[in-house]
RNA sequence: GUCCCGAUAGCUCAGCAGGAUAGAGCAACAGUUUCCUAAACUGUAGGUCGGAGGUUCGAAUCCUCUUCGGGACGCCA
């Protein structure tokens, strides 16, 4: 049931030609204060339209309208404040949550077609950072969020698994390397390598011509580059996977950048037979003048590929084969520059799905203040923050509540979803400075506050031995107490479109901690498992709120234990 | 130099398709457990919304300029 829609249908019947239903509800907005009632008309437009004053539409306005939906009209000012009838607005929205359950708030905007998500993508031979958790759990949340809107989602690991960095790190593990400490301890061991590199370039810069020459060996498929190579990649990725078990993130893809290595003569043969291609510098470049960008630079003066190449080769090679309908690349902000070249040159090539292709930016974790730097030697290891987390988490279950059967399952969930909900509360954009106490934080605005408020709320259900699917014919209650929850519970599905819209999953959190919050000072002041006539209200109430505190952790890939 | 982001309470951030007294959390202080999990709840205190102009009946929100911070700008990815 949408109010607002039937509050503007009823202004229309009421004014006339004078403005459209669909402006009208444009106009119609939720007061902050709940004293202004659920619904607000403001009507300074209206006023100058029909030069009359504001105050006097309003109060002509408020006699005129009658509906059940409505229990009261109110004028403040130039404001028609519309209050809801309370029985009816909860008794719909507890009944459609009780028989969707789990559905609710699911859309359809998807029509069933597919959706790609760049997402993750770390270089392997490195640690997975703090620095890959933004991607991560972003790209995640937005395609569990995609396929609520009815979406297929497919997402893809793009790894960073090609380029001059490998010929770099076999740089220095055949001048300082060792098979034996690499096979025992390979990321740490490889880091150590990678920085001892950029140590060494410094002071002599010829390593770095050896790394390139490393790299042009392994995209000529020498022997023994391409075996170093597929070791590293291999123990890269066994390291990986454990963290992603941990996060439970899964792929439909880990097609890398090496993936495309033979797909990219293609790319630079298309570009030519377009005429696109011009030589600068004995580099080969796609001007992109009339975009008011900088030139795209597509091979090397040695004839390697780079970063764009691959992700043109990437790009094309997607549309083929999953025919996306959007083509999404969770990214940090930093690469903007480069998307915006990587579309245009496809928009060039005559691809008019080029701009099916959105660039989903964020902000970068900091530390100090500055960019972390793998070569600097100032990475976090994501791995060690998790630990952590869990372990903080599992010491809050011995001292609050030593009894609970499967602790360490509960510890993990908890632990990874503070960690998660840390990064996916606030709006993407925002640098993030690194802290692990504020990542390990379990009170206030967090993760497992929502967790805990859910498992709560399991609680209560479970002692009135409440079945869900059971709601009741007759739902006996004025709704008073419970009518900021209520109102919260019927946005949910607003809050799911609105969050899809702007690839924005922070939506979902802020949603669900208003949602806890709500709902936790409504514990706090009713006794809900009290037997009396309003009790079978209550219990659908809770009912309703496990069920969209659950969905709301689910949208952003974090677990609901149902105790804690 | 050009371009892209950001700036709101001591700290971290909401609010930004313009609207009624600018909201949370953390930290501080004062309370709440004979009662459904106190990872919770209640209360107090804390703000010239970076600055200056402009548009408007109305600006934290839109436009212009400006200051500060971060980032990007051809052979890394």
Known sequence: ??????????????????????????????????????????????????????????????????SPYFEKVEVVGAYLNVFLNKKLAAENVLAEINSKQGAYGSLNIGNNRNITIDMSSPNIAKPFSMGHLRSTVIGNSIALIAEKCGYQPIRINHIGDWGTQFGKLITAYKLWGDAEKVRQNPIKELLTLYIKFHDEAETNPELID???????????????????????????????????????VHFDSFAGEAFY??????IVQLLE??????????????????????????KKSDGATLYATRDLAAALYRKENYDFDLSLYVVGNEQSLHFKQLI???????????????????????KDGKKMSTRKGKVVLLEEVLDESINMARNNIEEKNPNLVNKDEVAKQVGV????????????????????EEMLRFEGETGPYV???????????????????????????????????????????????????????????????????????????????EENLEREARL?????????????????????????
């Open 451 to 529: 967790q805990y408020t859910y498992a709560r709320a399991c609680s209560i259900l479970r002692k009135a031995g409440y079945q869900s699917g059971t709601l009741p014919k007759a739902l006996d209650s004025d709704w008073e107490k419970e009518w900021k929850v209520i109102t919260l519970l019927m946005e949910f599905p607003n809050t799911i479109k609105r969050s899809f819209e702007q690839y924005d999953p922070s939506q979902v959190a802020k949603y669900i901690i208003d949602l806890g919050q709500a709902f936790n000072k409504y514990y706090g002041e009713v006794k809900i498992l």
């Open 210 to 248: 050896q790394g390139r020459s490393w790299f042009k060996r392994l995209e000529d498929a020498d022997q023994e580059a391409l075996e170093l190579w597929q070791w590293f990649r291999d123990e890269s990725l066994k390291e990986f996977s454990r963290i992603y078990e941990l996060m439970n």
């Open 417 to 436: 979803g503070a960690v998660m909900f840390h990064d996916l509360k606030n709006f993407r954009m925002n640098d993030i400075e690194f802290s692990l």
């Open 344 to 366: 245009a040159v496809l928009s060039k090539m005559g691809y008019e799905w080029a701009e099916k292709m959105v660039h989903i930016p964020f902000g970068m974790m900091l």
């Open 261 to 266: 290595n033979e797909k990219m003569d293609r």
């Open 1 to 66: 049931m949408n109010f607002k829609h039937e509050l503007a249908a009823i202004l229309y019947e009421i004014l006339g030609q004078e403005m459209e239903a669909k402006e009208l509800e444009l106009l119609i907005e939720k007061p902050k204060n709940q004293n202004h009632g659920d619904l607000a008309f403001p009507c300074f437009t209206l006023a100058k339209l029909k030069r009359k004053a504001p105050q006097i539409i309003a109060q002509e306005l408020s006699e005129k309208i009658q």
């Open 540 to 564: 659908a109430l809770v009912s309703s709120v496990t069920t969209v505190l659950k969905e709301g952790l689910r949208l952003l890939g974090i677990e609901a234990p149902a105790e804690m």
């Open 273 to 298: 037979e377009k005429n696109l291609l011009v030589e600068s510098n004995q580099a080969q470049v796609v001007e992109l003048l009339e975009q008011d960008l900088p030139p795209c630079l597509i």
